[in-house]
């Protein structure tokens, strides 16, 4: 059996970069990595993913959430499991706790449903170790949009109306809010890490997290 580890947290906050510096890391010590994100890596999840991202499509929570929970039976089924059966190590750029997070916290649907939900989609499989990258959402913002020139893209609130800035960055409060409340009830298995941190400062500190549950190669 291998080992799950998953990336989480808001827009912006450094999930993508850390994920492939860990997967960097772990191939240099010798270990077999299968890196995937949510939703994604699957034919069926990266369609569903630009469905998702499309701010134009109208969608209601109940219908946003069964689409994350049918991208992630995907994933699950068609990569996750197998790679944890050949005894690899799977790094996940989100995985259900988003559902919890954004659609459960962030949207205000029922935390059972999504659990249940969430069960449903992943066979009861959880991660062994999630690392929360918090940080608040404006200055996650502001530090991509100087990274990259630009306008700011990825506005999860947006895909379900045309919401007021305010309306926006209180949801994405909520989702901060709710990432760390599930990081509380869980410190098993949550580490929570500073996101506005330099990004090799933020390495250090996932490698620290992460040393302790691997495996021998
Ligand atoms: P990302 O690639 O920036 O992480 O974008 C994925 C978007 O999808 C982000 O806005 C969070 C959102 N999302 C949910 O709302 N629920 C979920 O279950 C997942 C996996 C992602």
Known sequence: MGLLI???GGEASGKSTQ???LRARLVRQGYTVVL???PGSTPLGERL???LKQTSTPIIPEAELLLFEACRAQLVAQV???AL???NVVVCDRFADSSLAYQGYGRGLDLELV???NRVATGGLAPDLTILLDMPWRAARRRRRAAVGDRFEGDAAATCSEESGAAV???HRRVREGYLALAQQGPKRWVVINGAQPPDQVAQEVWRAVQPKLPPV
Do not use: K, Y
Request: hydrophobic share 35%; net charge positive; charged share 50%.
């Open 6 to 8: 998953t990336f989480e």
């Open 19 to 21: 994920a492939r510096r």
């Open 36 to 38: 995937a994100r949510e």
């Open 49 to 51: 993913r630009r469905l």
């Open 80 to 82: 996750i499991r197998p």
């Open 85 to 87: 059966d050949r005894g």
């Open 115 to 117: 659990r249940g939900l």
């Open 169 to 171: 960055a209180e949801f």
